[in-house]
T-cell receptor, first 116, second 115 residues
Framework: GAVVSQHPSRVICKSGTSVKIECRSL??????MFWYRQFPKKSLMLMAT?????????EQGVEKDKFLINHASLTLSTLTVTSAHPEDSSFYIC????????????FGPGTRLTVT | AQKVTQAQTEISVVEKEDVTLDCVYE???????LFWYKQPPSGELVFLIR??????QNEISGRYSWNFQKSTSSFNFTITASQVVDSAVYFC????????????FGTGTSLTVIP
């Protein structure tokens, strides 16, 4: 149980275009979803926390207008990287949890974004 | 403030050696959870263990074992008889009741097992 999927697993896009990454909880209702960014050989950096039906809470330094997060249902959250630039190339990981879930998060397999 | 420290950035061992990965944490909360994850080159995080703050018993799972010491705020991870497949980056993480389900990750330890 507690499986989280991400789509796509890899994406290459041209500079200036937007790309959407989906995060789905497959067998549970995720009241909270988290989006992380990971640079090569670095740790996971929390970008934002989103609760279903609410606006996402962004961490300091993360541009809200650039990284649009939508958590429209209890099983789906999306991250849209708008007007992507090469410096947005990174590994993006989502995770999901539910209220009363013993403070645990279930992680998706990640999406590798390359902006050319 | 919550913080997780993994002082070892990179470790190399020869196959069949034992290796211990250190994790030191900080939290003011009395209720918290500690986690270890493995991240192989594919990138996907693999859950290894969760330990709550009220359970200080050490745990063993096959070649893996964990030593939780509240007195030193440490949650160390030992791999016995290491194998090449153990090569990966290992992350320690903390989650506590003050911040709900938010995770605090350490910086990770990159383990290379040499055949």
């Amino acid at each position: 149980g507690a499986v989280v999927s991400q789509h796509p697993s890899r994406v290459i896009c041209k500079s200036g275009t937007s790309v959407k990454i989906e995060c789905r909880s497959l067998d549970f209702q995720a009241t909270t979803m988290f989006w992380y960014r990971q640079f090569p050989k670095k740790s996971l950096m929390l970008m934002a926390t989103s609760n279903e039906g609410s606006k996402a809470t962004y961490e300091q330094g993360v541009e809200k207008d650039k990284f649009l997060i939508n958590h429209a249902s209890l099983t789906l959250s999306t991250l849209t990287v708008t007007s992507a630039h090469p410096e947005d190339s990174s590994f993006y990981i989502c995770s999901a949890s539910w209220t009363g879930g013993n403070y645990e998060q279930y992680f998706g397999p990640g999406t590798r974004l390359t902006v050319t | 403030a919550q913080k997780v420290t993994q002082a070892q950035t990179e470790i190399s061992v020869v196959e069949k050696e034992d290796v211990t990965l250190d994790c030191v944490y900080e939290t003011r909360d009395t209720t918290y959870y500690l986690f270890w994850y493995k991240q192989p080159p594919s990138g996907e995080l693999v859950f290894l263990i969760r330990r709550n703050s009220f359970d200080e018993q050490n745990e063993i799972s096959g070649r893996y074992s964990w030593n939780f010491q509240k007195s030193t705020s440490s949650f160390n991870f030992t791999i016995t008889a290491s194998q090449v497949v153990d090569s990966a980056v290992y992350f320690c993480a903390l989650s506590d009741s003050m911040t709900g389900n938010q995770f605090y990750f350490g910086t990770g330890t990159s383990l290379t097992v040499i055949p």
